[in-house]
């Protein structure tokens, strides 16, 4: 069964940063593409940056230059470095692993971790 866990959020202040983990365990991680996304109360869930296999990062636009999707295949982990935190990024933030075609583009959650930005 595969399992995402997701760690690293927290309060911050505005302005603040925080570096969100997501371990992945029964998979090939380095084969699969990982994203962040969140969701805010009352909001549909949006995506927050993508990392697909080969290195292509995908940005939200109302984050880009402010968060770093990265992964460490031995360690089977992405993070998600964010900065600059406004109020308007407190939310649920999960991690995301979809597998590739050939083994179904199957997707998984993680069950979220919330970040909190306020004064």
């Known amino acids: 069964q595969v399992q995402l866990v997701e760690s690293g959020g927290g309060w911050v202040q505005p302005g603040g940063s925080l570096r969100l983990s997501c371990a992945a365990s029964e998979i090939i991680f380095s084969i699969y593409d990982m994203a962040w996304y969140r969701q805010a109360p009352g909001k549909q869930r949006e995506l927050v940056a993508a990392?697909?296999?080969?290195?292509?990062?995908n940005y939200a636009d109302s984050l880009k230059g402010r968060v770093i999707i990265s992964r460490d295949n031995a360690k089977g982990t992405v993070y998600l470095q964010m900065s600059s935190l406004k109020p308007e990024d407190t939310a649920v933030y999960y991690c995301n692993a979809k597998s590739p075609s050939w083994m179904g583009s199957r997707t998984y959650w993680g069950p979220g971790t919330q970040v909190t930005v306020s004064s």
């Open positions: 990392l697909i296999r080969g290195g292509r990062t």
